[in-house]
């Protein structure tokens, strides 16, 4: 049994699937010293909710919520992977989640 489906059995926390707008985690490697200048471009692309420069492997990562999949597709595909100075990217789709409030 999936871990998710069993913390719902047991009531111990409650996931809701979301039929709404994909969400997207999109991690990106730049050029050494860009992250300013990416974090700029990233700023003017709609879609993209927030970003940050990070530490670690990657140096930016950015949430993007659509109206569709297509959508984000078109987002990470021709507007982020097409910042000068953006080297890769790791797209993370949302499948399911929850938010404390």
């Known amino acids: 049994m999936p871990f998710a489906k069993h913390l719902r059995l047991f009531g111990a926390i409650k996931l809701r699937k979301r039929d709404v707008m994909p969400i997207a985690y999109v991690l990106l490697n730049v050029e050494a010293g860009a992250e300013s200048e990416v974090l700029k471009a990233?700023?003017?692309?709609e879609g993209v909710k927030e970003a940050y420069a990070v530490y670690?492997?990657?140096?930016?990562?950015?949430k993007v919520e659509t109206k569709s999949m297509d959508e984000l597709k078109?987002?990470?595909?021709?507007h982020i992977r097409k910042?000068?100075?953006?080297?890769s990217t790791l797209t993370?789709?949302?499948m399911e989640g929850?938010?404390?409030g």
């Open 83 to 87: 910042i000068e100075k953006v080297r």
């Open 98 to 100: 929850f938010t404390k």
């Open 74 to 78: 078109d987002i990470v595909t021709w």
């Open 42 to 45: 990233i700023r003017s692309i």
């Open 56 to 62: 670690g492997v990657y140096d930016i990562i950015a």
């Open 92 to 94: 993370m789709i949302t």
